[in-house]
């Protein structure tokens, strides 16, 4: 007995050893030459031109008719910035709350504060008009690939062909606008691939009918954004109106109070942003080493200072996370991007995918004569942009992420400029007259030092990074000193410092100024000028790109066709997913959040922001706590999918798509259906809040009946 006991423990440890080497060998080590593309590496994000009716019917036995596909498209739609649909046939809108805080404070009343309490219109007449809003509805969708590709093929050179492609998405643009009446917009895609012009129903007359307080919207704040299990109520509602009467939507999506049943297809319907799946890997490289390089290194260093800075300077610790917050999401994106660029496993699948490619116009002598050669010129061009791009993103000045002292420096430089012409010929501001009070102005009295000599420091390693410790630049400013030390140099050697020596400085005249003398100006005289050109050059640069790029997507479509589906670029598209759990933090996720998650969330951190609670919170018992209230899917989303719909077979709302995880954030350049999640506010959980909480009668009747309860 002993003996098969031991034997026993003799396997169970073969068997831990086995799993633990596999899970080394998948993580560590791994033969990039052996890594293979995968099945949805390019995703869901099904295009209406081209819907998905044999993966759905094999995926899911679920086969829709091209009139349950005309009847989800035309009831969605599109607002700035992020998706919304109609869900009553009275013009009754759904995005998310995060979508919708803007709008929430442009109707906000004087005495009111709907950011904390929310907002409920009662009646249609209370119900808050949106000025200069719209809303999108895609109504017409033609296919204009022959004309655009026969049109473009008659340009002898890359120069002729981008300004043929330019001229003809115009003309067609201002054919089909003035033969349906519509907005249209020109749409490539498959990067090329195909083309259509899409033909949008603008509804402007929008107003605002429900939106929750801010805590139950956003609870959870920066921290739990980008990450699950979720507990927030990241909804809001509108009203189309036509002629100042509700608009009467034949198409739009009911709510459905029966929930997801596991294993049952559920589809978000929305317009993400931008997706690079289709790219050129040396597209891809680039982004990689400089673009995202870039982007993740200014907003992660701003960030974690940011924290810093509410410890060293506690008054102003408001102020701090204020900015925080709202560079979080950017901040989540590039560095989780940027880090899914450095994977040497997910780049070599994006390998895999551009070799099998290659290899099979290779294989084919028409395509390698016609297309052989796009691959060598994508790389040349973004060769040439690796000269010229680090220069414009370290000349290049942005509020947010750098300091007041470059700004002060610009308006200096304007002013010495304008006070060498004549007096009549000035900017009126630079008047005699007026000089004392713009100066004035140019340096707040009340700028927090601690803030902008942080961000002088980040500057500092950023410019550095990007073009050299050999740069006279670079010298000039830094002499070659890092962060802190860089920043104590520069203002060491500049009259910008403090507002009294910039007040004598810049009363010194326009020669002293434009010397450059002062760090700071010497910057704005370096660097400034010489953006335009280096613009220039970088969109001939692009342009010539978008030749190649357009033949590549003309190879991926004769390859795969519809069988994958285009890169996301803010047009409609449909993906399809389950409820499906993932790992993380050593343990799983559930499928399905509650009501009493939320409240022992509250309770675990103290109550305390961001997971405190609005007043009309405090009594659990209003609801039936087991309520789902989030859920993750597999259905494949990034920005611009804001507010869609999750809909069922039966193109019901079972939820509003919110979020992801942090895996999903690599859905930028690759689709990973083993981790990738959309998270999304259950339909189940709005409207226990809705009835319970909020007290929306009206509202709950329009939801369940599809239309004004009379």
């Known amino acids: 007995m002993q003996q098969l006991v031991n034997r026993f423990k003799v396997i169970q440890l073969i068997i831990l050893l086995a799993f633990i080497t596999l899970q080394t060998n998948a993580q560590v080590k791994f033969n990039p030459d052996t890594v293979k593309a995968q099945k949805f590496d390019t995703g869901k994000m099904w295009s209406f031109d081209y819907p998905p009716f044999d993966h759905f019917e094999k995926t899911y036995g679920f086969k829709p008719t091209q009139d349950w596909f005309d009847d989800v498209r035309l009831s969605a739609l599109r607002i700035p910035g992020c998706t919304s649909s109609f869900v009553s046939g009275d013009g009754l809108m759904m995005t998310n709350y995060h979508c919708a805080e803007g709008v929430v404070r442009r109707v906000q009343k004087e005495g009111e504060d709907l950011i904390t309490n929310g907002f409920f219109a009662k009646t249609l007449e209370e119900e808050r008009k949106i000025p200069n809003y719209y809303t999108d509805q895609l109504?017409?969708?033609?296919?204009?690939?022959?004309?655009?590709?026969?049109?473009?093929?008659?340009?002898?050179?890359?120069?002729?062909?981008?300004?043929?492609?330019?001229?003809?998405?115009?003309?067609?643009?201002?054919?089909?606008?003035?033969?349906?009446?519509?907005?249209?917009?020109?749409?490539?895609?498959?990067?090329?691939?195909?083309?259509?012009?899409?033909?949008?129903?603008?509804?402007?007359?929008?107003?605002?009918?429900?939106?929750p307080d801010y805590q139950a919207a956003y609870f959870g704040g920066d921290y739990d954004n980008f990450t699950y299990p979720r507990y927030n109520l990241d909804c809001a509602f509108y009203r189309a109106y036509e002629n100042d009467q509700p608009v009467k939507a034949e198409n739009f999506f009911k709510f459905s109070t029966e929930g997801i049943t596991p294993g049952e297809p559920i589809f978000t319907v929305g317009n993400p942003g931008t997706t690079q799946r289709l790219k050129a890997v040396s597209f891809l490289e680039y982004a990689r080493d400089i673009s995202y390089r870039n982007n993740s290194f200014l907003s992660d260093n701003y960030f974690n200072a940011l924290e810093?800075?509410?410890?060293?300077?506690?008054?102003?610790?408001?102020?701090?996370?204020?900015?925080?917050?709202?560079?979080?999401?950017?901040?989540?994106?590039?560095?989780?991007?940027?880090?899914?660029?450095?994977?040497?496993?997910?780049?070599?699948?994006?390998?895999?995918?551009?070799?099998?490619?290659?290899?099979?116009?290779?294989?084919?002598?028409?395509?390698?004569?016609?297309?052989?050669?796009?691959?060598?010129?994508?790389?040349?061009?973004?060769?040439?942009?690796?000269?010229?791009?680090?220069?414009?993103?370290?000349?290049?000045?942005?509020?947010?992420?750098?300091?007041?002292?470059?700004?002060?420096?610009?308006?200096?430089?304007?002013?010495?400029?304008?006070?060498?012409?004549?007096?009549?010929?000035?900017?009126?501001?630079?008047?005699?007259?007026?000089?004392d009070s713009t100066l004035n102005a140019m340096y707040a009295d009340n700028m927090d030092k601690l803030l902008e000599n942080t961000k002088l420091g980040i500057q500092a390693d950023y410019i550095r990074m990007n073009l050299g410790d050999n740069d006279p630049i670079v010298k000039k400013l830094f002499e070659n000193k890092k962060s802190t030390a860089a920043?104590?140099?520069?203002?060491?050697?500049?009259?910008?410092?403090?507002?009294?020596?910039?007040?004598?400085?810049?009363?010194?005249?326009?020669?002293?100024?434009?010397?450059?003398?002062?760090?700071?100006?010497?910057?704005?005289?370096?660097?400034?000028?010489?953006?335009?050109?280096?613009?220039?050059?970088?969109?001939?640069i692009t342009d010539t790109e978008q030749v190649y790029d357009d033949m590549l997507g003309q190879v991926v479509f004769h390859f795969y066709g519809t069988t994958i589906p285009p890169d996301a670029n803010f047009t409609l598209r449909i993906s399809d997913g389950v409820l499906k759990s993932f790992d993380y933090n050593g343990t799983i996720a559930p499928t399905v959040t509650t009501f009493y998650g939320m409240y022992d969330r509250n309770a675990s951190f103290y109550k305390e922001y961001p997971w405190n609670l609005h007043p009309m919170w405090s009594d659990p018992s209003k609801i039936n706590l087991a309520t789902p209230l989030n859920f993750t899917s597999t259905n494949d989303i990034v920005g611009g999918n804001s507010g869609s719909a999750v809909i069922n077979k039966n193109a019901e709302v079972v939820g509003l798509a919110f979020d992801g995880n942090m895996e999903s954030i690599y859905g930028n350049f690759i689709f990973m259906p083993h981790e990738n999640r959309c998270v999304s506010v259950d339909a189940r959980g709005m409207m226990e809040a809705f009835e319970k909480i909020y007290k929306a009668e009206r509202f709950v009747k329009e939801l369940k009946e599809g239309k004004i309860s009379k």
């Open 139 to 211: 109504v017409f969708v033609k296919d204009v690939t022959e004309e655009v590709q026969k049109a473009i093929a008659a340009g002898k050179t890359n120069e002729e062909k981008a300004k043929i492609k330019s001229e003809i998405s115009t003309k067609l643009i201002d054919q089909y606008k003035t033969e349906t009446g519509l907005t249209c917009q020109f749409i490539s895609l498959f990067n090329g691939g195909k083309y259509s012009i899409y033909g949008y129903k603008r509804y402007d007359d929008i107003r605002l009918v429900f939106a």
């Open 308 to 435: 810093t800075l509410k410890s060293l300077n506690p008054a102003n610790k408001d102020v701090y996370e204020r900015i925080r917050r709202q560079i979080g999401n950017g901040q989540k994106v590039f560095h989780q991007t940027y880090k899914g660029l450095n994977d040497p496993y997910l780049f070599a699948r994006k390998i895999d995918f551009e070799k099998s490619l290659k290899e099979r116009v290779m294989a084919d002598k028409d395509l390698k004569e016609k297309y052989g050669s796009i691959w060598d010129n994508l790389a040349k061009t973004r060769a040439e942009m690796r000269n010229i791009g680090p220069k414009i993103a370290a000349y290049s000045l942005n509020q947010t992420f750098h300091a007041r002292y470059f700004f002060i420096a610009r308006d200096l430089v304007d002013m010495a400029k304008e006070l060498k012409k004549p007096e009549a010929e000035r900017a009126s501001k630079y008047s005699t007259a007026k000089l």
């Open 487 to 540: 920043a104590d140099y520069i203002l060491s050697k500049s009259k910008l410092a403090d507002k009294k020596s910039f007040l004598e400085f810049a009363k010194s005249g326009a020669d002293k100024i434009l010397s450059g003398d002062d760090p700071f100006v010497y910057f704005i005289l370096q660097t400034q000028d010489r953006i335009p050109e280096l613009q220039k050059q970088a969109k001939e």
